[in-house]
Structure formats: structure tokens, C-alpha cells
């Protein structure tokens, strides 16, 4: 687990909801506050769907993309003032889990990750992304949180989103 101080915060908002940059993340839950407290749980409501639309989709992912939850936090954040707080929970999707272990030989199979988190929350003190990491089964073994922390330091480096790391 490591902190991160998002540096920029028009830039890292501009990323976080006006740009793909976060789109393949599923999108855990989110909590805005602004003249309310608006809070979004991302899970999936199958029983939405009809079953017809249920067979047309490849399979139905048990968390909302940000894709598809981006606009709508947008729509509660934009305007003449600046939210009180707001904290978002994002996970990496299982086809990217499978592809960063595999990539990184890591001893670990997919199946044994619960997830691989970003949380970035913004509040007085500023913007910061927080990584976690969950295993479904007890391990010793950090490769993977290291591994973890590591790409979303890249991540972030790509996408030129500054950060200083927090001790």
C-alpha cells in the first residue's frame, strides 16, 4: 500500500472525469459531497436487466466500469463551486489482474485475488490516491502488492499525472 499526493488537481480531475484515463477500472463505490451527500454503490443490478438483455451482453460484471458512472459523477461535481470531499474506490478489472501477474511472473493465480484497489479521495487537504490490495487466501508473499504499487506509480507517470509519494 502506498499514498500518493496528487499535485495537480485540475489536471488529476480532468483525468478522473473528462478523460478515458480510468475507464477499464471497475468502479466500486463513491461518495460526493457537495450541498448533499450523493453516495454510489457500483454493483451490478442484474435483476435491472431483462433476460434477453442479460443473453445479449457477453457476461454481466458484478462492479459498473467508470465508463459508465463517469458522466453521471461529473454532473453532481461540476459547477461554480468546488465539492467538500469526494472519494472514489476503484478496482482493477480481473482481465488486467490476469494480465499483471502473468506479465510479472508472479506466483499468485487470479483466482486467490479479491482485488487490486485505487482509492482517491479529495477533501481539504487536497487530492490523494491510496493503492490496497486483498488476497481471498493469507500470504506472506508482497510481490504482488509490490507489483501493485509500482504500476500505478507508471500509470500515473504515462498518463502525466504528478504525484509525490507520502511517507
Known amino acids: 500500500m502506498i499514498a500518493l499526493k496528487l499535485k495537480n488537481i485540475k489536471s488529476c480531475m480532468s483525468h478522473l472525469l473528462l478523460l478515458e484515463t480510468f475507464d477499464s477500472f471497475l468502479f466500486i463505490e463513491g461518495e460526493i459531497v457537495t450541498f448533499n451527500i450523493f453516495q454510489i454503490n457500483g454493483l451490478v443490478q442484474k435483476d435491472f436487466y431483462t433476460s434477453e438483455e442479460q443473453e445479449n451482453m457477453d457476461s454481466?460484471?458484478?462492479?459498473?466500469?467508470?465508463?459508465?458512472?463517469r458522466e453521471y459523477c461529473f454532473s453532481i461535481i461540476k459547477g461554480k463551486k468546488t465539492p467538500l470531499s469526494?472519494?472514489?474506490?476503484f478496482r482493477l478489472s480481473p482481465k488486467n489482474i490476469e494480465k499483471l501477474i502473468s506479465q510479472n511472473n508472479l506466483d499468485f493465480l487470479p483466482?486467490?485475488?479479491?482485488?487490486?484497489y485505487l482509492?482517491?479521495?479529495?477533501?481539504?487537504?487536497g487530492l490523494q490516491c491510496i493503492t490496497g490490495t486483498s488476497l481471498k487466501t493469507f500470504s506472506m508473499?508482497?510481490?504482488?502488492?509490490?507489483?501493485?504499487?509500482s504500476m500505478v506509480q507508471k500509470?500515473?507517470?504515462?498518463?502525466?499525472?504528478?504525484f509525490d509519494l507520502l511517507s
Open 155 to 162: 500509470f500515473f507517470h504515462q498518463k502525466g499525472i504528478e
Open 60 to 69: 454481466l460484471p458484478e462492479y459498473s466500469y467508470w465508463k459508465q458512472i
Open 111 to 116: 483466482s486467490d485475488v479479491q482485488g487490486l
Open 141 to 149: 508473499d508482497k510481490s504482488l502488492e509490490q507489483t501493485w504499487d
Open 86 to 89: 469526494f472519494k472514489f474506490i
Open 119 to 125: 482509492n482517491i479521495r479529495y477533501d481539504s487537504l
